[in-house]
Structure formats: structure tokens, C-alpha cells
């Protein structure tokens, strides 16, 4: 078995980090932030209509999903008031139900 020893220079405005440093930093950019629906609408590339009927609307999510029962999704209750997300806890709600969100049963 041979050893090959390389030399790779990173440039200055760049840093190397461990995959697992990277993800916790990604989800640590979540905390403390709540998304809009638009901003749902950016990170799903799906419309406010499709995400309502496939996501929030949803009989098997939606109990989970709304505040009022202890979730972390504001449901507007009249005219004019603005849904409200959790980032942190919807991120990993659309990553762990992905493939029921997308057509798959349980």
C-alpha cells in the first residue's frame, strides 16, 4: 500500500469544517426565527395553495402543526392576519415527512 501525502492551499476567504460543524450551523441559523409564508413558499418551492392543501390543511399534520395545540404553526383565525412558522421545528417537520408530504402513506 502506497502513501501519498498532497498539499492543498485553501484560500484566505475560506474555511474548512467538519460536515457535522456545517449542519449544526445551518440549523442554529433557524433558531430564533419564524418564517412567513412566503418564506415557506421559498423553502418548499411549492405556492401557498399547495402547501394549504397538501401540508396545513392536512388532517394527519395539521393537529400536530397548530399552536393551538401545542404546535408551532400560527394559523390565522380571521381576514387579514398573517400565518407564522417556527423555522426550527417546520424545517425538521417537511425533512422527517417528506415522503408523506410528497405522496407516500403511513
Known amino acids: 500500500m502506497q502513501n501519498l501525502q498532497i498539499s492543498v492551499q485553501i484560500p484566505d476567504n ?3 469544517i467538519e460536515k457535522v460543524e456545517y449542519e449544526q450551523l445551518q440549523q442554529e441559523r433557524l433558531l430564533g426565527t419564524h418564517w ?4 415557506l413558499e421559498t423553502r418548499t418551492n411549492k405556492k401557498q395553495e399547495w402547501l394549504k392543501e397538501h401540508v396545513l390543511y392536512q388532517p394527519k399534520f395539521k393537529k400536530q402543526l397548530d399552536i393551538a395545540n401545542g404546535g408551532f404553526v400560527y394559523y390565522p383565525k380571521k381576514s387579514g392576519e398573517k400565518w407564522a412558522f417556527q423555522a426550527t421545528k417546520m424545517a425538521q417537520f ?7 408530504i410528497y405522496g407516500g402513506t403511513k
Not at 94 to 100: R, S
Open 94 to 100: 417537511l425533512d422527517d415527512n417528506f415522503y408523506l
Open 36 to 39: 412567513t409564508m412566503k418564506d
Open 14 to 16: 475560506l474555511v474548512l
